[in-house]
């Protein structure tokens, strides 16, 4: 596995091979040639899965506010902890009660303490945001050369549906995103580089997107030719499905046109063979029964309960007989314990980080709804991740 | 930012719903919210100085000559990137722990004014 630190040999020639169809042809064909060792030096946007951004004083920025949101997590998060415990004992309340978000936000957020854990949070998260977008915007041409490059070019292909009719729910700037996954040329490069933040290190080779992929279930026949990864955004986990299911066809559809276009880049340089297409995740456009897996990756928090039935429908339709849907999110099922601190923090995290369809995820009864489509749902696989892909499910063969 | 500068070239970019966490206030005064953002943004621009003068330590004792784009195309070993992430991981926390401090007994300084 490449670190995106280290120049390999294996990865400056595929990088090279693949590199040279697009605006970054020369300095791939630099790295194709040159074998580069550490500690010494080599052309930036050109190391690893997710390439070292291009300007050293960026790259070390959004460093820094990694390591800040690290210790916002860790430290300011434990003095918020004390203090709410120590606000809810003085009311006579059990820290570890469930309270309604109404009555936690009113008794927690005019803390100095809470608040200012809050305020940092989103500081930094604001600061990341801007300082990449601020980046490929200044550089727009560059950036939109290189996707312009391979639109139409393979291996794989991608289908861009300009003034497509969207529903208002994929409009949000979800995460503080300015623009959100449609609003901005590089939402997709600004997504997979903040994300950085999010998985504190675990994003520069796929990490996560890999270990869902390796761990994901098949269809009990074994037939795997045909996947779909909705809600796809820049094609992280579509790619890591490639490289697991290299004779598969693989397909990722999103509603974000920047987002599927910056995966399809990525894609090509890549070299992986993968369809993407922007399309509703309700509205595939796909023949019935025509995939052995359908997959999403932390989605369906993002969608609207309208959405998520009307797309719960699409996956029956779209997902063969025998075949597995698989919509990896947060842990969903279960008791939703809610102690006065989570219901404040989840409240922060839907008003300010403008996660603006969590709290209805959390209890719009996607289970419900899978096991009423007619799935089965296969509730005894163990979790992707400890509170994470806890569902999957399978269409009866019979179906 | 997603006002993005005027092109006629094809961006696919389209309309979309503008938040407005840039207008709120937690800490009862806007512009110590935005005084908040500065401390930040000034600890990364510090980093991001720190980080170059040990790219530049790093190719004086290996190269004895340093140049702008030999800093900018510098690759660390795995132990340098490593060594970077602990003394950023360090200064954080040497920086920022007062704001992690315990607040409970806080109270404004006039409030112990005693004149007998």
């Known amino acids: ?399 | 930012m997603a006002d993005a500068k005027k092109t006629d070239r094809q961006t696919y970019a389209s309309d979309f719903i503008k938040g407005d966490t840039d207008q709120a206030v937690f800490l009862g005064n806007p512009h110590i919210d935005n005084l908040m953002t500065v401390v930040i943004a000034l600890g990364a621009e510090i980093w991001s100085d720190r980080q170059r003068l040990r790219i530049v330590e790093s190719l004086m004792a290996k190269k004895g000559k340093v140049t702008s784009e030999m800093v900018e195309q510098y690759v660390p070993s795995e132990e340098e990137r490593a060594g970077w992430q602990k003394e950023r991981e360090e200064m954080v926390k040497r920086v920022y722990a007062v704001l992690s401090r315990d607040t409970s007994g806080a109270r404004p300084f006039g409030e112990e004014r005693k004149f007998n």
């Open chain 1, 1 to 399: 596995m490449f670190n995106r630190r280290t120049l390999m040999g294996a990865a400056a020639a595929v990088s090279g091979a693949f590199a040279s169809l697009t605006g970054r042809a020369a300095e791939a064909k630099k790295n194709a040639k040159a074998k580069v060792a550490e500690g010494t030096m080599a052309p930036r946007g050109s190391i690893g899965v997710l390439e070292r951004l291009p300007e050293l004083d960026l790259d070390s920025r959004q460093d820094f506010l990694t390591s800040f949101r690290t210790m916002v997590n860790r430290e300011m998060s434990a003095a918020s902890m004390r203090r709410a415990d120590a606000i809810l004992k003085s009311k006579g309340i059990d820290p570890k009660a469930e309270v309604p978000y109404a009555e936690a936000i009113a008794m927690l957020e005019n803390d100095p303490t809470i608040a200012l854990s809050t305020r940092t949070w989103l500081s930094a998260q604001q600061l990341m945001w801007n300082d990449l977008l601020g980046h490929f915007e200044a550089n727009s041409d560059r950036y939109l050369s290189e996707m312009e490059a391979v639109d139409k070019k393979g291996p794989g292909t991608l289908e861009l549906n300009p003034g497509m009719k969207m529903p208002d729910y994929v409009k949000h700037e979800i995460h503080i995103q300015p623009g959100g996954y449609v609003g901005s040329p590089f939402a997709g490069h600004a997504y997979h580089y903040g994300t950085n933040a999010f998985y504190t290190g675990r994003n520069y080779q796929d990490e996560l997107h890999r270990g869902s992929a390796n761990r994901m279930p098949i269809p009990a026949d074994g037939k795997v030719k045909r996947i779909l990864d909705i809600g796809c955004g820049v094609g992280q986990l579509s790619c890591a499905l490639k490289e697991r299911f290299p004779d598969a066809e693989i397909w990722g559809i999103d509603v974000g046109g920047p987002m599927i276009r910056y995966g399809h880049l990525r894609a090509v340089e890549r070299g992986l063979d993968i369809n993407f297409a922007q399309r509703l995740a309700e509205e595939t456009k796909f023949p019935d029964n025509h995939f052995d897996i359908v997959t999403s990756y932390i989605m369906y928090h993002e969608v609207d309960p309208a959405g998520t039935a009307a797309t719960v429908k699409e996956a029956w339709r779209i997902v063969r007989p025998g075949g597995i849907w698989y919509p990896l999110d947060f842990k969903l099922t279960g008791a939703q314990r809610r102690t006065a601190y989570g219901s404040y923090r989840s409240w922060m995290d839907h008003r300010w980080n403008n996660e603006v369809w969590t709290l209805k995820f959390r209890t719009n009864g996607l289970p419900d709804m899978i096991r009423k489509q007619g799935f089965a749902l296969n509730e005894k696989e163990p979790e992707l991740l400890p509170g994470f892909g806890v569902l999957n499910a399978t269409k009866p063969a019979t179906a």
